[in-house]
């Protein structure tokens, strides 16, 4: 029971991710980056942080928990590096945008109107994101219908 519990919790989290991570780019696309834009652009970064919050912990509960699957199942398959690859590439990615994020939240607490110039920048960085996360769903589907690349 508590596998199927990590499992669907780890789609869920997909599923908000990539809601969020859409609806974000969305909204840094916003043809005038209004304060309107601003709240719309936060509000989908702060799901998009807490999906990436819930797919790491159901994520490495899942490889390590040894709740269905052992560890050396996903260890040696080559697909499993795959999706940590495209992971990883995601992280990497979130680094510079999340920095950002950060200091129009804190420009805003002070009371302060935050530097958007670079929204369209960030928005690019953002469909970049998407399409990480979507070939992550297409790996984890090959992985589920047991497809093996050797690791």
Do not use: C, Q
Not at 61 to 90: C, E, P, Q
Not at 101 to 125: E, H, K, N, Q
Request: no cysteine; aromatic share 12%.
């Amino acid at each position: 029971m508590l596998a199927a519990v990590f499992s669907a919790l780890h789609l869920i989290a997909l599923g908000i991710g990539l809601g969020a991570v859409w609806m974000r780019g969305r909204a840094l696309r916003s043809p005038t980056f209004d304060e309107a834009a601003l709240r719309r652009a936060l509000a989908a970064d702060n799901f998009w942080g807490l999906a990436a919050l819930l797919w790491i912990v159901t994520g490495l509960t899942r490889v390590f928990g040894g709740l269905d699957k052992d560890t050396g199942f996903y260890l040696s398959n080559g697909l499993f590096w795959v999706k940590m690859a495209l992971f990883a590439g995601i992280l990497v990615l979130e680094l510079w945008p999340m920095t950002i994020f950060i200091r129009w939240r804190v420009a805003r607490a002070r009371g302060g109107a935050p530097d958007t110039s670079r929204a369209a920048l960030l928005a690019r960085i953002n469909d970049l994101e998407v399409v990480l996360v979507v070939l992550v769903v297409f790996v984890a589907a090959m992985m589920a219908r047991g497809l093996w690349l050797l690791a």
